[in-house]
């Protein structure tokens, strides 16, 4: 017996064209587990590789003794001790106030002070100028 139209699929076709296979994700292979452990270890020494390349050590210059002479007011003092005008420093550069040739944070300390000071300084100094030129 012929048909012109199309032949329908009998139910066992028809249900092996709906199986799709599952992908399951707890079933483990062993090519699977070896690629996420070698990932896994090269991200790890990836990182090392990146601290250890951060934290090169370098040789640097922390502290010196000595440094320019200043007065109480952070103005500069020549060879001589006499005052150059306009110039003024605090800090790390200045010299003569370590007690017993400890200078632990010692540099710091007078950036705080001796800055404030040499701040205002240069300040009346500068006002001074201003006034003296007529400006």
Avoid at 19 to 43: E, F, N, Q, R, Y
Avoid at 111 to 119: D, K, M, P, S, Y
Wanted: proline share 4%; net charge neutral; with cysteine.
């Amino acid at each position: 017996m012929a048909t012109d139209g199309p032949i329908a699929p009998s139910s066992t076709t028809w249900q092996a064209d709906l199986h799709v296979p599952m992908l399951d994700l707890l079933i483990t292979t062993p090519i699977s587990s070896l690629a996420i452990v070698l990932g896994k270890l090269l991200s790890a020494l990836s990182w090392i590789l990146l601290l250890l390349l951060a934290s090169i050590p370098v040789t640097a210059l922390v502290f010196t003794f000595g440094g320019v002479g200043i007065t109480e007011n952070g103005e500069v003092n020549d060879t001589s001790g006499n005052v150059i005008g306009g110039l003024f420093a605090a800090g790390e550069i200045t010299g003569g106030s370590f007690f017993n040739n400890y200078p632990g944070g010692s540099g710091l300390m007078k950036g705080a002070v001796f800055g404030r000071l040499a701040g205002t300084s240069a300040a009346v100094f500068a006002k001074a100028k201003r006034a003296s030129a007529g400006c």
